[in-house]
């Protein structure tokens, strides 16, 4: 369930990166899209019925999930926020420039230079 | 020890973060401090980070081909930063954490490691493309950069599922035949944006002609090469040539659409950066023919074009009007180009008749016949825009610093030496080739003779 939850989500953040005609939200989309990868990443990881895989003496179980993929998510979180505010930063700098973030307007503001 | 190639760089990259303005004087020294430790490290060892046994931890391998493919790109880097006026503005800290990530990108053999490496690769060049206010280009090339990131990711994710390991080696050997689609495809797509294949290549025009030429110079030549490098190197040696067919037709579709798209420019810089897409899909398509021959051809190839761009692109960002007042500068132009267009005499013949040679020999014809296409319109652009510098009248022509033009025309004087004997160029290309196709010897060199 969440494995197709998380394509749909990867589906509507490339829709909306195609489609949107504010680089703002085209932002907004790359946030889903990496959202939904990681998502994704930790829903293979998991096992019906196991625990947190951390061992203590309050879990007795044998039965972990897969603690590999959410190392990895960690990372992955940490490399999509830095993405991110670099993202913002250059749009700071681009709305310095043109004074706008509609991707028209910039089209014909470049085209007259 | 392997570890210090990537450590020097990223260590003194944040120590000289106070001194930015000066860190462009040392730059040089810090590259050639890892040259020399280059040197002086054993050939075809694996070491393992935090003393994990290989499919367990993080390996950096140094065989053959990741020794080359080091010693490349990092003097790529050294003629880069010999030339202080175009690392200008604190951006040589930028350069040193680059070659930090490339370094590490070459010499991992993990699968989401090269991702992490892959992903500051891009975050550093989206920072060097928005050089010179090119903002806009900038943004642009963040966006599907990382959805390309994303799409290596999920590659990634979907061969740890498949081998239930993310070492390389461990990939090669155990991964289920149900799984290889989904993990070559992601891949593949993750790996073309940054390799320019075309679909995804759009954001190349955008960047490289932004007007500064430590953009094109380093984005064009290092970086490039360290990515067909790590394509070479996953879909080679670790998934055992599965979906090169693929790639070939992606790299032809590359090459004719690229060089028709480079001829209808009207600013060089824009042709410049459509000649160095269509290379590429040169590149790529003769290396996914698969043999010994075509891999040593695609990688010969490979140097001369990035030697080609380095003197093309500086040379173009930095000339205002006409080559009269710079003929020093303007005759290296010229060479450059006459070597991109495979003229006798100059390196790009050799690695173009290689190319030849080595696609007659595996029964391919549509190959040749598309580079013998490609190089007529090649010829075409290149010789208008000579012409056009050679003999446009214009007052205000400023002279080049002299130390651009000194390496431009060492470097065009190195293409005529491989012209006449290519054997330097060659041995660096067979040795990568080398390390690329003995999958057995890398597999044995990371897991110990498992």
Redesign the interface.
Known sequence: MVYYISFIL?GVG?YG?LTQKN?FK??VS?TI??TA?NI??IS?GYIEGCDVPIYSKYTQSTNFVDP??QA?VL??IV??V??LA??AS??I??YE??GTLDTEE?AVK?ARK | MTALLIAIPLISAFIFVPFKEKSKYILPFIVLANIILLFNLPLDTAEFMGGWKAPFGIVLVLDSASFYTLLVVNIIFLLISLMPQITDKGLSIILLILLASTNGLILTGDI?NSF?FM?ITA?EA??IG?SK?N??G??KY??VG??A??FY??GA?YS??GTGS?NFADISLNMKESFLPYVALMLFIGLAVESKILPLAGWVPDVYASGSPLTPAILGTGVTFTMIYLLSRIFITVLNGYFLDVIYIFGLLTLILAEIAAFKQEKLLKALAFSSIAQAGLVLSVISLNTYDSLKAGYFHLLNDATAKIILFVIAATIVGSFMKNKTAGISFSIASFSLIGFPLFAGFRSKLLILQSSFESGNYILPAALLFSTIIEAAYLLKWNIHLWYENNEKSERIPWNIVLITLILSLFIIYIGLFPDTYLKIAENITNGLMNYKAYVTTVLGGM
Do not use: C, H, N
């Open positions: 990867i490339i990166i680089l085209t932002l790359l899209i990496d990868i994704l990443i293979l590999l993929p990895l990372t992955a490399i999509g830095g993405t670099l993202g250059l749009l700098r681009v420039k043109y910039i470049e | 989401f992490v992903e975050a989206y920072i928005s206010k903002y806009y900038a943004y963040l966006i990382s959805i990131g994303g990711l999920l994710i740890y599922l993310l």
